[in-house]
């Protein structure tokens, strides 16, 4: 058996190691309490993570949905560019068809002058026929 001598001999080796088995459970208490932290800060993370995976499913979305707005839009525009080309051949064809038309009227005005000059040297000369008339009916002149 032990004597007392050999026990507090024990107990004076032992009572470090009690010490430091005390601050090692303060250590690893302190360290459970960092652990539970950081479990909570790893859960917090993976919502967020969850939350930008939805942000980002419908980021692609929306990215779809443009590109096909962007297609339609490409489409409307090449649209528009044919209907912008028929516009310019029409424009083309309508000017040509104005300058006929004005080709025309001054041919008529040419024509029309021809005619009035015309009738005006008939008249002349009717004018003259009536005048030789009366006076050779001594008709008195009209007033």
Same mark, same amino acid.
């Not at 859960?43 to 929306?62: A, C, E, I």
């Given at each position: 058996m032990l004597s007392q001598n050999d026990l507090k001999q024990i107990q004076k080796i032992f009572n470090p190691v009690q010490v430091d088995v005390s601050d090692l459970k303060k250590d690893v208490s302190g360290l459970k309490v960092d652990v539970s932290d950081l479990k909570k800060?790893?859960?917090?993370?993976?919502? +967020? *993570? #969850?939350? !930008?995976?939805? &942000? /980002? %499913? @419908? $980021?692609? =979305? +929306? *990215? #779809?949905? !443009?590109?096909? &707005? /962007? %297609? @339609? $839009?490409? =489409?409307d525009v090449s649209g528009l560019k044919v209907d912008v080309s028929d516009l310019k051949k029409g424009l083309t064809q309508t000017q040509k068809d104005v300058k006929d038309i004005k080709k025309d009227v001054a041919q008529t005005r040419k024509d029309v002058k021809v005619i009035i000059s015309y009738f005006d040297r008939e008249y002349v000369e009717l004018r003259k026929r009536i005048e030789r008339i009366e006076e050779f009916l001594r008709l008195p002149p009209e007033n």
């Open positions: 800060d790893v859960s917090d993370l993976k919502t +967020d *993570v #969850s939350g !930008l995976k939805v &942000d /980002v %499913s @419908d $980021l692609k =979305k +929306d *990215v #779809s949905g !443009l590109k096909v &707005d /962007v %297609s @339609d $839009l490409k =489409k």
